[in-house]
């Protein structure tokens, strides 16, 4: 995947848990937990979507690396390529 | 319309999922109705056949108001109230109405095909012909008087989003609106160029609700509070070996072993699970457990799980997810409002450890957990860091004294010191 792609997917999943917020406001490395208040089960539900778009298995000890687009981006960028 | 919970007096309709001549069946969602709180999907109890829709779109009405006519199977159409006798009802407005300010159902899109006049269609499985927008931005447009037909969506797969409705509103109105197509020629013109007022304030408006519920709780609850903490190497070991045995989507949250535990623990102090209805306490053999969910503009609801007493941890999970995921996106389900007979608060992620919370009326006990911390916890002459948690509970006095209570939060630690059974 490119990483525009995985911004991509990775902005769609977030709107999908967080209808309220535009994606143009967020800043890419910011902690979400921090920027929008996302909480743990938001964090998971994240991880799930882009488990289920991307095949690629997250573990539990990796969820803080999704917390933030640039994090997500060099994350999936690693088991992508 | 329904009651949605003791703090709500007034619904607004904002959709209508069904057109009379649809066949519906029970636990549809049939419409989509605001409150002061949430955003909520009606379900229906009885399958029948709609008859006629009462209340229209953008329509505020008290709870209990009539909102569409069903005609259940074997029923006589002509023995609903106010329905006059059809013989197959033609899907037309029941009156002329103020046009509902989100009427078109369809994102705005080049239109395919021409919109032709429909022949009378058997009745059907109700089809949900949403827009593609989430029920925040819609409720949003709702409060801005926006006309959801004239705004553009710029979300993932052309969504209005709440950025599009906001703009939309503040843009100036258009001086001469472009002749709709086809299909909108039936509203009255006046819709599209309704100005936009103040808006509503949603989060004071929430507050106010919130603050009637608890000013009640506070005024009429004789609240008596109790706290144990809890040790929880055992379930937070259980639950890693666990999750690393697990896909991601199946993976647990330690709320989830929390809720199992309560609705354990009512088994052996049931008079903590039910409701004080005129003057005395109503037990319920059902556990619904409402959890308490942050909504981040502001505020918080408690729609139930229910059955949670009869649930696997993994049944839990899925529930809870949905039902965060939902009250994030504002589409909860009138039954998750109505129901819980109990409420677990968790503040843990805020860095909370005590949580020592109000009663939601007509329940009579509130669960707190705080955040999971290392403690020093002395342990068969020896003292070693656990992880502890803080397990309160706000109960009422009418209900059940602090004896019973204690035994109901014993019985919660007990049940978290062997997950493997919950």
Redesign the interface.
């Known amino acids: 995947m490119s990483d525009e792609e995985i911004r991509s997917l990775y902005l769609r999943e977030l709107h999908k848990i967080a209808p309220e917020v535009d994606p143009k406001e967020i800043d890419p490395a910011v902690d979400l937990r921090e920027q929008i208040d996302l909480d743990s089960m938001d964090i998971l539900n994240l991880a799930v979507a882009i488990h289920e778009a991307t095949g690629v298995d997250i573990p539990e000890a990796d969820y803080p690396q999704m917390t933030s687009l640039n994090g997500c981006v060099a994350y999936l960028h690693a088991r992508t390529s | 319309m329904p009651s949605l919970g003791a703090d709500m007096e007034v619904g607004t309709v904002l959709q209508w999922l069904v057109k009379p001549g649809d066949a519906v069946k029970r636990g549809d969602i049939v419409a989509v109705v605001d409150t002061e709180k949430a955003t909520i999907e009606v379900e229906i109890f009885q399958t029948g056949v709609i008859q006629k829709i009462v209340v229209p779109e953008g329509e505020k009405v008290p709870i209990g108001t009539l909102l569409a006519v069903l005609t259940t199977d074997g029923e006589a159409a002509a023995a609903a109230p106010e329905a006059k006798p059809k013989p197959v009802a033609p899907p037309a407005p029941p009156r002329p109405v103020p046009p509902p300010v989100m009427a078109k159902p369809a994102p705005p899109r080049p239109a395919p095909a021409p919109v032709a006049a429909k022949p009378p269609a058997p009745p059907k499985t109700a089809a949900p012909h949403r827009m593609h927008i989430?029920?925040?931005?819609m409720r949003i447009a709702l409060d801005l008087k926006v006309d959801l037909s004239t705004v553009t969506g710029t979300?993932?797969d052309g969504?209005i989003?709440?950025?599009d409705v906001e703009r939309a509103a503040k843009a100036p109105p258009a001086p001469a609106p472009a002749p709709p197509v086809a299909a909108r020629a039936a509203a009255p013109a006046a819709a599209a160029a309704k100005p936009a007022t103040a808006p509503v304030d949603r989060t004071a408006t929430m507050r106010k609700v919130i603050a009637a519920a608890m000013a009640r709780s506070k005024r009429e609850i004789p609240h008596y509070y109790l706290g144990n903490q809890i040790d929880m190497s055992k379930a937070m070991s259980w639950l890693?070996a666990e999750?690393?045995k697990r896909?991601?989507?199946e993976?647990l949250?330690y709320s989830v072993m929390l809720l199992k535990a309560v609705a354990l623990a009512i088994h052996e102090v049931p008079e903590v699970n039910g409701f004080w209805k005129d003057g005395a306490f109503v037990r319920s053999e059902a556990v619904h457990v409402g959890v308490a969910i942050?909504i981040?503009?502001g505020g918080l609801i408690a729609p139930a799980i229910h059955d949670v007493n009869q649930k696997s941890l993994s049944e839990i999970m899925v529930n809870?997810?949905d039902l965060?995921?939902r009250v994030?996106?504002?589409t909860l389900r009138s039954s998750e409002i109505a129901d819980a007979t109990i409420t677990v608060t968790s503040l843990g992620?805020q860095g909370v450890e005590s949580v020592f919370g109000v009663i939601y009326p007509p329940q009579v006990a509130l669960v707190g957990f705080g955040k999971i911390v290392e403690r020093p916890w002395a342990s068969g002459g020896m003292v070693g860091a656990r992880p502890v948690v803080m397990a309160s509970l706000s109960g009422d006095h009418r209900a059940s004294d602090g004896h019973r209570g204690g035994l109901f939060l014993a019985a919660i630690e007990r049940l978290l010191q062997e997950p493997e059974k919950l």
Do not use: D, F, I, M
């Open positions: 989430s029920p925040l931005a979300g993932p969504a989003t709440k950025a890693t999750n690393l896909p991601v989507t993976r949250l942050s981040r503009q809870l997810r965060v995921k994030r996106a504002g992620e």
